[in-house]
């Protein structure tokens, strides 16, 4: 060991960095923002997919720990093109069209940079009264675009209103954990074990990880299968027979989600129908709008969404068709007081006049964690860039964009549909008599289409059919690279095609 005198010394040559220095700040940041740009201007340069294999990383990189002394700016920017960038996929390549696509906008990169730079944890109103004030305003623009009814908005005057969460995942398990406590203080909490949740078997796999957390197993969770004849949706006949089944066998409905655009097949679960089934058992109903709630802006589209005013909850990421960027999620409710009553605590060290004025709202009992990031701004900011004429007109032409790709896979008798589009995502296959064929021949294609590098896309497997996915929703994307995503789907299906001898 070093004496004390020799490890002053070392010590006292270690340059101490001001954490923020404005004009440090706004000169790094330009290389930053230079990086980005640069990076976007030449995406589709990248393999959509990354092509690395695991554990690629920590064999490239080779230090062992973190570094003692500071390193450049550029130095780290170079460290991140050489190992950090060819082990991304590109969500924001123009060919990326795997899962839902996580949109981005200029106008959501600026929202982020103010929501950074301010660093404001806004779980109360008194913390930072402008997170909270934004949001309600913000929540109240989106629900009147949507036509939502009065009584999910703060300005409806009913008591309804809306948060903004990071993902659908959190707003399905407020919900149901609402739904829950409400249930179980109007019946007894020894009845726990009887509460019943329904879902189709369409449903995002969300809501069986919530009903986990918060307490359920598999005998509370009802999935009740859907059919094509019914375009994969939730039947209400079937829901009012499985209800109807557990009543009969001393279980409590309590808790139904149904899906504006489910994840497998974009199937439209029918709300009027399915509250007209619910209502008469007391049953919350949320509704799962992740994906394809933001479409229904369009006038042409709002049909989707008819029957919501009987509905408790319902919930969209705009982050996925609404430019806001990851993560966002706008989550309304009629009556808020069931998730506070849930969700709710106030140690001492939180309280305060305005608070227990009851004339603010503190988004921290709307939610189940504490700390909160200011959002609201990030969807002002994009709200007010675009305008809604110009967002409708965004999403309008990913929806243009997969009707060319859906017509252009009606054209190749060797493809078929295999679910309604309703959106903007197409489901197809390579169409052949035998079934199992089929799926292998499917799998293959996808995987020489992932392999390319030009093109990502998901499958997903309905009722035993191995079925490829595109979704069209990214902010680059342009009909010409629809179209060449199309051909190149062709080319690498008669490859798969001749290897196999048929």
């Not at 082990?87 to 839902?100: D, L, M, V």
């Not at 006049?353 to 700390?371: H, M, N, P, R």
């Not at 789907?489 to 048929?502: D, N, S, Y």
Request: aromatic content about 10%.
């Amino acid at each position: 060991m070093g004496s004390i005198e020799h490890e002053n010394e070392h010590e006292n040559d270690i340059h101490v960095i001001d954490p923020i220095d404005p004009e440090e700040f706004r000169s790094q940041a330009h290389k930053v923002v230079d990086f980005i740009a640069d990076y976007y201007k030449n995406i589709e340069q990248y393999p959509v997919l990354s092509q690395v294999h695991p554990g690629y990383l920590r064999k490239n990189i080779p230090e062992e720990s973190a570094p003692n002394v500071p390193e450049s700016l550029e130095q780290i920017l170079q460290d991140v093109s050489r190992f950090v960038v060819p082990g991304i996929t590109h969500w924001q390549h123009p060919n990326f069209y795997a899962y839902f696509s996580a949109s981005k906008s200029t106008a959501a990169f600026l929202g982020e940079m103010l929501s950074s730079g301010f660093n404001v944890n806004g779980f109360n109103w008194l913390s930072s009264p402008a997170v909270t004030e934004l949001e309600m305003l913000v929540v109240d623009w989106l629900g009147e675009m949507l036509k939502l009814p009065k009584s999910f908005l703060f300005s409806g005057g009913g008591g309804g209103g809306g948060v903004l969460q990071g993902t659908t995942c959190e707003a399905i398990l407020c919900t149901l954990v609402a739904a829950r406590d409400q249930k179980l203080r109007e019946i007894g909490r020894d009845k726990f074990s009887k509460l019943v949740v329904y879902a189709s078997d369409q449903t995002h796999m969300c809501l069986k990880k919530a009903a986990h957390v918060a307490g359920f197993g598999e005998e509370n969770l009802r999935v009740i299968e859907t059919t094509k004849s019914e375009l994969y949706a939730l039947s209400p006949n079937s829901l009012r027979i499985a209800i109807q089944s557990d009543i009969e066998n001393g279980f409590i409905p309590f808790y139904l989600c149904a899906t504006i655009g489910t994840t497998s097949t974009n199937a439209v679960d029918p709300l009027g129908p399915l509250t007209a089934v619910a209502q008469p058992h007391k049953i919350w109903v949320h509704v799962d709008a992740a994906y394809a709630g933001s479409a229904c802006i369009c006038p042409e589209l709002r049909h989707f969404l008819n029957g919501v005013e009987n509905v408790n909850s319902i919930s969209l990421n705009t982050h996925k068709q609404f430019f806001s960027a990851p993560d966002c999620c706008c989550l309304w409710l009629k009556d808020p007081s069931a998730l506070k009553n849930s969700l709710s605590t106030n140690p001492p060290y939180l309280r305060n006049a305005a608070t227990d004025s009851g004339e603010v709202v503190d988004f921290k009992d709307w939610q189940i964690t504490l700390s909160r990031r200011f959002h609201a701004i990030k969807l002002w900011v994009v709200m007010k860039s675009y305008g809604q004429e110009n967002l409708r007109s965004f999403i309008r032409h990913h929806v243009e964009m997969a009707k060319l790709f859906e017509e252009m896979v009606k054209r190749d008798p060797r493809f078929e549909l295999v679910a309604p589009r309703n959106f903007g995502m197409v489901c197809f296959r390579l169409s052949f008599w035998d079934v199992d064929m089929s799926n292998v021949m499917n799998a293959r294609l996808l995987e020489e289409i992932n392999k390319s590098g030009k093109a990502f896309m998901i499958h997903t497997v309905v009722k035993g059919v191995f079925v490829i996915r595109i979704t069209i929703g990214g902010m680059m994307t342009k009909e010409r690279h629809v179209v060449s995503t199309w051909k190149l789907v062709q080319e690498l299906a008669e490859k798969v095609m001749v290897m196999e001898g048929i």
